[in-house]
């Protein structure tokens, strides 16, 4: 069922139910996937933001929704494809080209000030985190719903849930270490390519988690 927009539904109700919800929260800096249960009157509050404006945007913006909107009534099977065949090797293949450019930008550029320095330290702590993160859904969680099982997974939800908290706070990590993905004058072209990815592959991992949250696993629990 359709969540009317108003400021007492939550991001992640409104993420569900309308396209354009995901895009309008993240272009205000609203946690939608790990953070999506607060209204979004208490969510813009928080951020400074008139909570009319943002819904306004989202009923303007319309439009095409994204592949994580559209698994919203897809079989449970085929949202744990869609995880399978397109989010999770996603990660594994950009995780490793993020390190090695944040490496190339943190040598070159060590005597700036402006250097995300420890950049290339944290990438490498949250790809491990991300990875081992994927290998406990694909051999315990994924498994287990495919089965019938989902209704009898409840600790291993939550213990996902809690990692995807960890995901948002390297999210946050990541931002803070690149003033908000905003390369400084003198970047070369290396160093803006990094920070567009990153700004990219924060969008994609928001996606993939609001996925897990508010779809696979809600309904999985309920089966």
Not at 109 to 132: F, I, N, Y
Request: proline share 6%.
């Amino acid at each position: 069922m359709e969540t009317s927009i108003t400021p007492n539904a939550t991001l992640a109700e409104l993420a569900v139910s309308h396209a354009a919800a995901s895009r309008v929260f993240r272009n205000h800096g609203l946690d939608y996937c790990c953070h999506g249960g607060r209204p979004v009157s208490v969510a813009c509050a928080e951020r400074g933001l008139d909570p009319e404006k943002v819904l306004a945007e989202i009923v303007a913006e319309g439009g095409n929704q994204s592949p994580a909107e559209q698994g919203t009534d897809q079989p449970l099977p085929e949202v744990i494809s869609r995880l399978l065949e397109w989010y999770h090797p996603r990660l594994r293949e950009e995780l490793p080209l993020l390190i090695e450019l944040a490496r190339k930008v943190e040598g070159r550029h060590a005597e700036k000030t402006t250097c995300p320095r420890g950049l290339t330290s944290h990438l490498q702590g949250l790809t491990a985190e991300l990875l081992d993160h994927l290998e406990k859904e694909e051999t315990t969680l994924f498994p287990m719903i495919l089965s019938g099982r989902g209704n009898h997974a409840a600790a291993t939800v939550q213990a996902l849930e809690r990692e995807h908290l960890d995901v948002a706070t390297g999210l946050t990590r990541t931002r803070t270490l690149t003033d908000n993905f905003q390369p400084p004058e003198e970047a070369c072209p290396t160093w803006r390519a990094l920070y567009l990815r990153l700004d990219a592959f924060e969008a994609e991992l928001m996606e993939h988690v609001h996925l897990e949250n508010h779809i696979l696993f809600r309904r999985a629990l309920c089966a």
